[in-house]
């Protein structure tokens, strides 16, 4: 349970307060202030001044030339640095929920679920207090580019990964995998990714059994073989682009039966699946390469 902040609470340049915002004398330039005023109109009843807004948003070296800049999440965002009590209730409201689907999703237990949680509230809005240096709270970090919902996710999700590693010298995520997490723009597909690889490659070689037996002949040769369209186009009597499309063509009916496959066997919604089958795309001639190889495909 969070406790109460006097709303007039001061942190840093931001102060909110319950009385209405004023326009300063020396104006900030006129994206900005449209931006504070969009701000104020999708988050109603949150008063950030105009000066303390400007300064924030200045301080995260973006522009409203970006067209990912999330305005009001970003307005939000300040208040809640402020820590105003009615915006942080607000995003508690708005944007927590996500936090406990998207660890449940990974299946980190409710034990875990609840302590992350308390711990992500307190250094969200108000720093990490075990840092040996006074450390300011983690939504400064948000930017405004990008859904703020999709930021809160990832940050989550990285926070379980450590705690599972810590807690468990068995789990199978090694310290490689988990820096690949942490540079990559969501951090849960790829471990929805690894977690999943089995069903994955079972919907690809699934995907194979479906193959023409000219497919199948064009699959040997590409992936066994080791022929390139060019002797693939000689071989047929065809030019290369010819053997080209045949290639792509093949790579997008796989890819297609392994979505199908996909979709019925893992309650997924649909941008994730999207995402999860553009990841297994990416590893397709592995996957295909490796299982035609196999005694078993034929």
């Not at 009590?85 to 237990?109: D, T």
């Not at 409710?110 to 308390?118: H, K, N, Q, R």
């Not at 590409?222 to 009597?237: F, R, S």
């Not at 045949?246 to 893992?266: D, G, M, N, P």
């Amino acid at each position: 349970m969070l406790a109460r902040v006097d709303p007039s609470q001061a942190v840093g340049d931001l102060a909110v307060t319950d009385e209405a915002p004023r326009k300063p004398r020396g104006s900030p330039p006129s994206w900005l202030e449209d931006a504070w005023n969009e701000g104020r109109r999708e988050n109603d009843g949150i008063v950030v001044p105009l000066e303390a807004f400007a300064s924030y948003v200045t301080s995260k070296s973006v522009s409203r030339a970006s067209n990912a800049l999330r305005v009001a999440e970003l307005y939000l965002a300040c208040a809640c640095a402020a820590q105003s009590s009615a915006a942080i209730a607000r995003f508690e409201q708005r944007y927590f929920p996500v936090v406990g689907r998207a660890l449940r999703r990974l299946k980190v237990a409710e034990s875990v679920i609840d302590d992350l949680e308390g711990s992500l509230r307190e250094k969200l809005f108000f720093g990490d207090s075990t840092s040996p240096q006074k450390q300011a709270p983690w939504i400064t970090d948000y930017s405004g580019v990008g859904p703020l919902e999709s930021w809160l996710r990832t940050i989550a999700v990285r926070a379980a990964l450590k705690v599972v590693r810590r807690n468990d010298r068995n789990v199978e995520l090694d310290d490689r995998a988990l820096d690949d997490m942490d540079r990559a723009p969501d951090p849960e597909l790829l471990y929805l990714r690894k977690m999943h690889a089995p069903q994955i490659e079972a919907a690809i070689e699934r995907a194979m059994a479906t193959l023409s037996t000219r497919e199948r002949t064009l699959v040997r040769q590409h992936y066994l073989e080791a022929m390139g369209i060019d002797a693939i186009g000689k071989h047929y009597g065809v030019h290369r682009a010819t053997a080209a499309r045949w290639l792509a063509a093949l790579r997008v009916t796989i890819a297609r039966q392994v979505r199908e496959s996909l979709a019925i066997e893992l309650s997924l919604g649909d941008e994730e699946l999207e995402s999860l089958v553009r990841y297994a795309a990416r590893d397709l001639d592995f996957s295909v390469g490796r299982l035609v190889a196999a005694p078993k495909v034929t």
